[in-house]
């Protein structure tokens, strides 16, 4: 089995160095966002005659975070350009969608946690059988589903697999689970 040199090694960590502080900074963006009032909805290009003024400063604010090489190409007049010019402008200006397209679905995403958490399917049962408001962590979402697939097979009747070893598996694995 071959290993992976150093170089490459050093590379990865660099790579996922890069994707976590990512990943953060538009954690961080989407909360500021979510804070403003800002929707998934309103990362969506205006249709004719609506106002772009949002949309529009929502473009501006991306073409500020690109280099200022890239942003002095962005504000050339396209006829000016080279045919390799055109192309990378091109480029630039699909990026500056694919970055909205990316703030967007993490909106969208949000905002589907958030309905969730208001309908109670992933929050704690509190008293009353009210929702606490918090999603219930992975490990209590797993436990609650083993215990649904417990009861399930010990209901049930005539399966493809051997359903004593199976429920011995699942017991075994919420027993594993500490929530």
């Not at 660099?14 to 990362?43: C, H, P, R, W, Y």
């Not at 009210?130 to 097979?153: C, H, M, P, W």
């Amino acid at each position: 089995m071959k290993v992976i040199t150093s170089t490459i090694a050093t590379a990865i960590g660099q790579f996922v160095g890069a994707s976590n502080k990512a990943d953060k900074a538009k954690v961080k963006t989407v909360d500021i966002m979510v804070s403003e009032g800002i929707t998934s909805e309103m990362l969506v290009a205006p249709k004719d005659g609506a106002d772009p003024a949002f949309y529009d400063s929502v473009k501006s604010a991306v073409v500020a975070g690109f280099a200022t090489n890239v942003q002095a190409l962005l504000s050339k007049d396209t006829k000016t350009l080279s045919d390799q010019g055109k192309k990378d402008k091109r480029y630039h200006q699909q990026q500056i969608g694919s970055k909205i397209k990316d703030l967007r679905n993490a909106l969208i995403k949000r905002e589907t946690l958030a309905k969730r958490e208001a309908q109670g399917e992933d929050g704690e049962d509190g008293e009353n059988g009210e929702t606490g408001g918090n999603v219930a962590s992975f490990e209590t979402r797993l436990k609650r589903d083993l215990t649904k697939y417990i009861a399930q097979i010990e209901k049930g009747e005539a399966f493809q697999f051997p359903a004593v070893e199976m429920l011995k598996c699942l017991k075994s694995a919420s027993a594993l689970i500490k929530d």
